[in-house]
């Protein structure tokens, strides 16, 4: 039983050294990511998941047991990814032991010159066989050859070879391919990616805590967030006439833990702020009106931005252009006895809502609300955007051009003293910023930079080997010479011929 | 500018498509001058090509390949010139022109009917410097990768199959490229392919080994420039989104490439695969390619989707 076992896994160890094994993994490894191309994943569209969910229920559950709408983490993933790594190891390991060995071992000689691919023997005008092969040896050296003397038997032979580097380079590419899978594996598992919305005018720290709960860190990650922060001064968005984005900025400035300043940042598309290896990108904004609510007596019940939203896609209908859009948010007013919720809509361009067209500038921001009472579930710790109104009653709603307020009465509504007012003085901007640290980057640059080096270097040397030998024959000094390649045999065939003319001039080759 | 532009597009595709014809003669009647005028044809619309590229790079004020129309018209324009150096004036191939023609000749009927944009500038997001090393790239070295699997190794195959039929009445040489060298031990080749060597040539092609070899050095070539573009794009979604590697389908498809043209490069330098088996991971590779542009970029969820349609 035993000895079964062992058997089992000597086959499985013999064959994940196999360079086949290998590449199977890899093709496998491409199937399941044109599976993960195919079938929507996580993240990226969970709108056509939910779709499928409502669709197909039967379909979903299969595609979810198998960990089809996550393939990249899924377990069957990890585990081709795994065996590859091992895969490549076992590939390796005894290659490149024996290219070292091929390295340093002496050039052998040939005792049958006459029995390689090529061949060629002629008379040269060199006085004796020594100055010949001296003459060969600057002539080979000449084409790139690394030459050795040896003796084949009592005869002086050069023994001439070219192309280590094809194998050298092909090991440089495979231990770089390995040091890429690794750089991905700790990249990740070592850093974080979280997002963050910040309002114009707001400080926010760089802590676990203050990305609510937009991060997932990795598996070695060990929670030392750097502590930085960023003040965000200002954001532009910019559209050219045709709706086409032009830019978008965030203009801001980091401080170190201590609040020593690190510098102004602009962050922009492919201009990321980087400070302690924390990367901030430029991801999305959207608006952030402040809304004062004050109360019939003239006290100020709320007096603060609000991150406005806009309204997902639903599953089943089409896609709505974002711009045509308006921008929901609420305020919750938790001291009013019952509960107060301010439901918040704006729109940034009322001539342009007003017309269909899509708001491509804040140019006529305009805010319609509506005030419910009742109970806001705050023991739900739901964000506030998700705040359920369902279970609590419409009383009252109002409209607010920005700049202005307006006022609603709200009877029995303790703490309100009859009325709610909601003004509108100031729009801002939040900037939605991804916030990433992977600390596997600098692995993975010298890892690319080895894996074009290696290719480079594979692809384009040839492995060739030639001895050339002289002797005497009657009065005649005889040349005689011989080689085989092991790639791109035909051009070796041809570069054969003209290296013999340049040995031996005036002479054809058998 | 953009007038330059689009009439030199429209001389490169007469020139593309009466060249071709002009090959296709040549493959029939095999006359030295009716080659000559189909060589002189490709290379016209070439430097019409070429000189429509420049003109819409100063109509637009950027690099031209932002957009599918453009990255098609690119395409089309590497495919011609890497046919005409690397087959017909390095390898001495006359009989491959036709059918990189064709295929030029289809991408860029395709992006002139269905991709076509006026010249403007970019979103911010492909703004990049490394966007442009990134896609020149990708364009470079998937061209060279459709040339040779998608043009050279169908043709190789054919000829394969041509020569298997005329098998026995060809004297069989051993002197080909492919005969076993002392170090790999190799038994004679068991698909009995080679039979070309000092034979006289039989049919239009030239001798499928030619082929083989021609097909291999340019996805060589193709290999390493498509190896560098999919580096060159890490560092620019590093730059831009924060993450060098994130399985869009885009990402992904074209790991899949790169997969199956690293297979049939390791399919070659076996025993066993080589010649056919490598020829047909080639095609898959041209498959994967395909799927690549036009799959990716009009029907799938991609980060990548920048084709810039018409809306």
Not at chain 1, 54 to 67: D, E, K, M, T
Not at chain 2, 47 to 57: E, K, T, Y
Not at chain 2, 298 to 306: D, M, T, V
Request: charge should be neutral; proline fraction near 5%; glycine fraction near 8%.
């Amino acid at each position: 039983m035993l000895s079964t076992v062992r058997q089992a896994l000597s086959i499985a160890w013999r064959s994940l050294r196999t360079m086949r094994t290998a590449l199977l993994l890899l093709l496998l490894m491409s199937l399941a990511a044109i599976a993960g191309s195919l079938i929507p994943q996580e993240g990226a569209s969970d709108l056509a998941i939910e779709r499928i969910k409502i669709a197909h229920p039967l379909r979903h559950s299969v595609y979810s047991s198998l960990g089809l709408f996550d393939v990249y983490g899924s377990w069957w993933f990890t585990l081709i990814y795994v065996l590859l790594l091992i895969s490549l190891v076992a590939c390796l390991i005894p290659r490149t032991r024996g290219f070292l060995r091929a390295v340093r071992s002496a050039p052998t000689s040939a005792p049958d010159l006459g029995a390689l691919r090529a061949h060629a023997v002629a008379p040269v005008d060199d006085a004796t066989p020594e100055a010949a092969l001296l003459r060969a040896r600057t002539i080979l050296r000449r084409r790139g050859f690394r030459v050795r003397r040896v003796d084949n038997a009592g005869v002086p032979q050069l023994a001439a070879r070219k192309g280590t580097a094809r194998e050298g380079g092909s090991l440089l590419f495979h231990w770089a391919l390995l040091l890429i899978l690794v750089g991905v594996v700790w990249g990740r598992g070592a850093g974080f990616t979280g997002v963050v919305a910040i309002v114009e005018g707001d400080t926010w720290v760089e802590a676990h805590a203050n990305y609510q709960t937009n991060i997932r860190e990795g598996r070695f990650f060990n929670e030392d967030h750097s502590n930085i922060s960023l003040r965000v001064d200002d954001f532009t968005a910019a559209y050219r006439s045709s709706g086409m984005p032009e830019a978008f900025i965030t203009t801001g400035e980091l401080f170190d833990p201590q609040g020593r300043s690190l510098g102004q940042v602009q962050i922009q598309p492919n201009h990321p702020a980087v400070a302690h290896g924390v990367r901030f990108y430029q991801n999305a904004y959207g608006y952030a009106p402040l809304v004062v609510v004050t109360a019939g007596d003239g006290r100020t019940l709320s007096d603060a931005p609000v991150d406005l939203e806009q309204a997902r896609d639903l599953p089943g209908a089409p896609p709505v252009d974002a711009r045509t859009k308006p921008w929901n948010g609420i305020v919750r007013l938790p001291s009013l006895r019952p509960q107060v919720a301010v439901r918040l809509q704006m729109l940034p361009d009322a001539q342009a809502a007003a017309v269909g067209a899509p708001a491509v500038t804040a140019a006529d921001p305009v805010m319609l609300f509506w005030v419910y009472e009742g109970d806001l579930g705050l023991s739900s710790m739901k964000p506030i955007n998700e705040t359920d109104l369902s279970s609590m009653r419409e009383i009252g709603s109002g409209f607010v051009p920005m700049g202005e307020s307006d006022t609603v009465q709200v009877p029995g509504i303790e703490g309100a003293e009859g009325t709610l007012t909601v003004g509108f003085p100031e729009l801002r901007e939040y900037t939605v910023l991804q916030v990433v640290r992977d600390r596997g980057i600098a692995i993975m640059l010298v890892a690319a930079l080895c894996i074009l080096g290696g290719l480079f270097t594979a692809l384009g040397s040839t492995r060739r080997r030639v001895w050339v030998q002289a002797s005497t024959v009657g009065s005649d000094t005889v040349l005689e010479a011989g080689g085989y390649a092991l790639q791109r045999r035909a051009q070796f065939d041809e570069q054969f011929v003209t290296l013999f003319a340049a040995l031996a001039p005036h002479t054809e080759s058998s | 500018m953009t007038q330059v532009s689009l009439t030199t597009f429209w001389v490169a595709l007469g020139c593309y498509l009466a060249g071709m014809v002009a090959y296709f003669v040549y493959l029939a009647v095999r006359r030295e001058a009716v080659y000559r005028v189909a060589n002189t044809l490709a290379w016209i619309g070439l430097i019409a090509q070429l000189v429509s590229v420049i003109a819409r790079a100063f109509a637009a004020h950027r690099v031209p390949w932002g957009n599918m129309y453009e990255y098609s018209v690119m395409s089309a324009l590497i495919v011609v010139g890497a046919e005409l150096i690397f087959v017909e004036w390095r390898a001495k191939v006359k009989t491959v022109g036709g059918f990189a023609l064709a295929y030029a000749v289809f991408t860029m009927a395709i992006a002139t009917m269905f991709f076509y944009r006026g010249p403007e500038p970019l979103q911010p997001v492909l703004d990049s410097v490394w966007l442009k090393i990134h896609v020149f790239a990708m364009i470079a070295g998937s061209s060279m990768l459709i040339l040779g699997s998608g043009v050279v190794v169908p043709l190789y195959l054919w000829k394969r199959w041509r020569e298997g039929k005329q098998a026995p009445a060809v004297e069989v040489s051993g002197s080909g490229e492919d005969a076993a060298a002392p170090e790999e031990g190799a038994p004679a080749d068991l698909t009995s392919d080679e039979v070309h060597g000092g034979a006289p040539r039989r049919g239009i092609l030239p001798s499928s080994d030619v082929l083989d070899r021609v097909a291999a050095q340019i996805i060589t070539i193709g290999f390493f420039i498509f190896t560098f573009a999919v580096i060159a794009g890490a560092i620019w979604a590093e730059r831009a989104w924060g993450r060098y590697w994130n399985w869009d389908p885009k990402e992904t498809w074209s790991f899949v490439s790169w997969v199956i043209f690293a297979s049939y490069l390791h399919a070659r330098s076996t025993v066993a695969w080589k010649g056919k088996r490598a020829a047909i991971i080639a095609l898959a590779g041209f498959a994967a390619l395909m799927i690549t542009y036009y799959w990716v970029n009009l029907g799938s969820a991609s980060l990548h989707s920048y084709a810039g349609l018409p809306q």
